[in-house]
Nanobody
Framework: QVQLVESGGGLVQAGGSLRLSCAVS????????????MGWHRQAPGKQREFVAV???????SYAESVKGRFTISRDNAKNTAYLQMNSLKPEDTANYYC?????????WGQGTQVTVSS
């Protein structure tokens, strides 16, 4: 079993910054943490969950157009943790943010952390 726990969400004014963390624990074996694809999605009230960012091992990353240049995904492989640095936040970034990891054919999700950006 694999568990993901997000933290770092909260209330921030527009233009501010937050850093989300996603700690992974449980049955991670057979490979190194850096080999696993990890990412973030978000879901705003009344909307579908949408892709935010992904780290595909090594230094390869990809972002949604709406966050490109403002958000940065990173990972600390020694701590089995991924991060999402969010700068220049906008009210439209308000959502519940979920991290995920893909291990083999399975994907695992965290419970989410709420980010609210006030105007």
């Amino acid at each position: 079993q694999v568990q993901l726990v997000e933290s770092g969400g909260g209330l921030v004014q527009a233009g501010g910054s937050l850093r989300l963390s996603c700690a992974v624990s449980g049955s991670i074996s057979g490979s190194t943490f850096s080999d696993y694809v990890m990412g973030w999605h978000r879901q705003a009230p009344g909307k579908q969950r949408e892709f935010v960012a992904v780290a595909i091992g090594g230094e390869s990353t990809s972002y949604a157009e709406s966050v490109k240049g403002r958000f940065t995904i990173s990972r600390d492989n020694a701590k089995n943790t991924a991060y999402l640095q969010m700068n220049s936040l906008k009210p439209e970034d308000t959502a519940n943010y979920y991290c995920w990891i893909r291990i083999g054919a399975r994907g695992y999700w965290g419970q989410g952390t709420q980010v609210t950006v006030s105007s």
